[in-house]
């Protein structure tokens, strides 16, 4: 059976090994912490999101925990509207809207998909080799067909990999996280900009809601007290922004810098090493798709190791793989391959190992040498995933210097273009948003539906 090593155990690292299992792949995911820590507070899946993980069967376990109805939108810090819309015509343009949920909830919705015996905690990863396919770990070398990059936005495999890549810069703006009592009300998902200040609150059950604000800020800028810093800042804007602040747990307000890529990398794979996520492409989170597009990537990368993606975007049914080559072989859990074995030493299809025919093999993907090899998979997978993502990171950079600014002048014009726009396009807030909640996963009946976009 073909296997994979996935560093990383967040939403894109689980997502990928739960992908890739279903394909028939033998999984390993490696994460350095003793626990998965609920970190992160609350998280968004958003249209796009929710359509990738109805491939792995889990699209509607995600969308059971969604409390958001009514009016969303974006406020002045005095509670005007500047722009909103309704959940029901965020269902109606593209049959879902997005689930606000606790990171926690989601992850453990994902460990139960992948299988706990899957996920090795307390590892720490030291290295890869992308030629061969090793994973070094502390607790010795593993060998893998396919390694995924899921190790975060410092990731040590990309500046490994890619060492001449400068890496991500810093956006200017500092991040608060945190969760509040609902204050026996029910809170509206709403995003407040003020001058050079945002606030975004979204209830996620009758009793807990889920804040982020953020503000212009010096990098690794220290602060003694959190919840002071939040109240010196937002004390005065609209209800219930300062009394959530107020009610919160001061333990529980979790701050980081945003950083993000102004350079895209070269490419999302080198060798047998798959890049997703923030390892691939960190973004400010002003479009909430940071989360989002680790999960497209984790679903499109399965497909395409599987060899089931062109170079091109186009799906290739599984029947197609077989044309031409010496000798099909059927399911993934079929028996030992025709003259070879799943170890990857001894020769495939009757020929010495790494010079005979290309077969068809475990995970229903190409085999040279009694490996499997992802090269072609890998390249379909950077052609399908590069321009999007990268194009997301400049559209959330773009919305972040909006909220970033200051001058008084600046910030009146920004608001009234965006109410006036608001009301010239009807949906503007959903229609500005078309290229990315629109994606859907490639149709796997042979058909294409549009990988990038």
């Known amino acids: 059976m073909a296997r994979a090593v996935v560093i990383g155990g967040g939403i894109g690292g ?11 792949w033998d999984v390993i995911v490696l994460e350095r912490a003793p626990k998965l820590e609920p970190v992160g507070s609350g998280v968004a899946v958003a249209a796009n999101a929710l359509k990738a993980l109805d491939v792995i069967g889990l699209g509607d376990r995600v969308r059971k925990l969604s409390r958001i109805q009514g009016q969303v939108g974006v406020r002045h810090q005095n509670g005007r509207w500047l722009t909103h819309t309704t959940e029901d015509k965020a269902q109606k343009l593209y049959g879902d809207s997005v689930v606000i949920l606790l990171r926690a909830d989601l992850v453990d919705v994902l460990v139960e998909g992948l299988g706990h015996e899957q996920l090795r905690l307390n590892t720490t990863v030291t290295g890869v080799d992308a030629d061969r396919g090793v994973v070094r770990t502390g607790d010795g070398d593993m060998e893998a067909d396919l390694i995924v990059a899921a190790d975060g936005i410092h990731s040590a495999t990309r500046t490994a990999l890619f060492p001449e890549h400068p890496g991500p810069v ?28 945002l606030f975004g ?18 990098a690794g800028a220290v602060h003694a007290d959190e919840r002071e810093e939040l109240l010196r800042r937002f004390d ?20 980081n810098d945003l950083y993000y890529f102004d350079t895209p990398l070269p490419a999302m794979h080198r060798g047998r090493v798959a890049l997703i996520g923030d390892a691939a492409h960190p973004m400010t989170p002003n479009l909430g798709q940071g989360a989002c597009q680790a999960i497209e990537d984790a679903i499109i990368l399965a497909l395409a190791a599987d060899g089931e993606l062109t170079v091109g975007g186009e799906f290739r049914a599984r029947g197609d793989l077989n044309a031409g080559a010496a000798s099909p072989v059927g399911s993934p859990l079929d028996g030992d391959l025709t003259g070879g074995d799943r170890s990857g030493e001894g020769p495939v299809a009757g020929g010495s190992a790494g010079e005979g025919p290309v077969v068809r093999g475990p995970a229903t993907a190409w085999l040279t040498g009694g490996r499997v090899d992802v090269r072609d998979g890998l390249a379909a ?15 959330a950079m773009t919305v972040c210097k909006v909220t970033k600014l200051r001058n008084p002048v600046a910030v009146g014009l920004r608001n009234v273009g965006v109410a006036v726009a608001s009301r010239l396009t009807p949906d503007l807030m959903l229609r500005s948003m078309n290229e990315i909640l629109g994606w859907r996963p490639p149709a796997q009946d042979g ?6 976009g």
């Open 170 to 197: 810093y956006s200017g703006v500092t991040a608060w996280r945190g969760l509040a009592p609902a204050l026996d009300r029910e809170i509206q998902s709403t995003e407040t900009w003020g001058k050079g200040l």
């Open 236 to 255: 005065g804007w609209h209800d219930p922004i300062p009394a959530l602040i107020r009610a919160s747990d001061n333990a529980r307000i979790l701050r």
């Open 14 to 24: 689980l997502t990928a090994g739960i992908a890739l299992r279903r394909k028939g």
């Open 381 to 395: 997978y950077t052609a399908a995933r590069l321009e999007r993502t990268a194009g997301i990171v400049r559209m």
């Open 447 to 452: 058909s294409d539906q549009g990988t990038t």
């Open 201 to 218: 609150a979204h209830q996620l059950t009758g009793e807990l809601v889920y804040y982020y604000a953020t503000d212009l800020s010096p």
